[in-house]
């Protein structure tokens, strides 16, 4: 590399330089590979971006890199063709939970985060009349769900039968039919069953599609030590790791009885209680089944802090 260009000086006092267009033109094909990726959630780890996407893109070569471009759009860089037009086809992904959407990009563009009224998803049509297992007739049947894009390749090839799949753009916030119907010109009528495999999540605390708890923008943080909404302090995972005597008051290491809403639903009297330390450095937990006085005590964590 040379020095190349003559600096001046803007009225801010900082330098500038100006790149001749020629520069540009000449690398404008270095950005072919490249596609963006958009989110309605905070990003997912860098990691998290590598190992997933090399994983069911590029299986064997792991040659896709990622950057960050805003807070929620990054830049793919998918060297295979092939696998860069399947990725853009979909137009949709499933990542961390999260709905991602990609679209092709070039020098100059300025991508704009799709609302989530219109998205591409697979769905799937069952007991098809064999009269109408085409991509003709599928149009037809599709359209009454929502606007067809294209079979799936085992459709178009006729290789499942029991099952047509056609990427589809639907308004998520509206109720996929159970089933449809398609008309032969004689007047019978074929019913169709309809079912969406996959649709974006809708997190009950913002109301929105496309993220979980973990990257909504609006939920508080419940961990401050983090900065997570996920867990609460006391089940950090960045938390110290000691044993439970040490040099402070109240140990760190907490013993837990963790249930879900259907232990609660099956079991609405159950309680749990601790034991007294003995050979190890866990309280033994005990779980009482039968009604007692405790029964109004409902629990979701129930845990003991140790006095040394």
């Known amino acids: ?10 009225e801010s006092g900082e330098k500038c330089v100006q790149i001749p267009n020629e520069v540009i033109q000449k690398n404008y094909r270095k950005w072919d590979n490249f596609i963006i ?3 309605h959630g905070n990003l997912p780890s860098h990691g998290a971006f590598h190992a997933t996407f090399n994983g069911i893109w590029s299986n064997r070569v792991r040659d896709i890199t990622v950057s960050k471009l805003r807070p ?3 830049f793919i860089r998918i060297p295979n063709s092939a696998s860069r037009a399947r990725v853009l086809s979909q137009g949709m992904w499933l990542i961390e939970g999260q709905t991602m959407f990609v679209a092709d990009w070039a020098l100059g563009l300025t991508p704009l985060l799709p609302e989530l009224t219109h998205v591409p998803v697979w769905l799937e049509f069952r007991e098809v009349s064999p009269y109408f297992f085409s991509e003709e007739g599928l149009e037809h049947i599709v359209g009454l769900v929502g606007d067809p894009v294209h079979c799936h390749p085992s459709t ?3 290789i499942n039968l029991e099952v047509a799949k056609v990427l589809t753009i639907i308004d998520p916030t509206k109720e996929i039919p ?3 119907n398609a008309q032969f010109m004689t007047g019978e009528i074929s019913r169709i069953k309809v079912s969406c495999p996959w649709l974006p999540p809708i997190y009950k605390h913002c109301q929105e599609m496309g993220h979980n708890i973990r990257r909504c923008l609006t939920v508080p943080i419940t961990c401050i030590g983090c900065n997570s909404t996920a867990h609460l302090p006391v089940a950090c995972p960045k938390g110290r790791k000691k044993a ?6 109240i140990a760190k290491k907490l013993d837990m009885i963790l249930i879900n809403d259907n ?3 099956a079991f609405p009297y159950a309680y749990g209680f601790f034991g007294d330390l003995d050979a190890s450095d866990h309280c033994p937990s005990y779980i009482i089944f039968g009604k007692g006085s405790m029964s109004k005590r409902h629990f979701m964590i129930s845990h003991f802090l140790l006095q040394p």
């Open 1 to 10: 590399m040379t020095k190349k260009g003559t600096s001046f000086l803007l």
């Open 72 to 74: 929620r759009t990054i």
């Open 244 to 249: 439970v005597y040490n040099k402070d008051h």
């Open 178 to 180: 159970e089933a449809v």
């Open 156 to 158: 178009l090839n006729m």
């Open 37 to 39: 990726g958009q989110f």
């Open 263 to 265: 232990w609660q639903l």
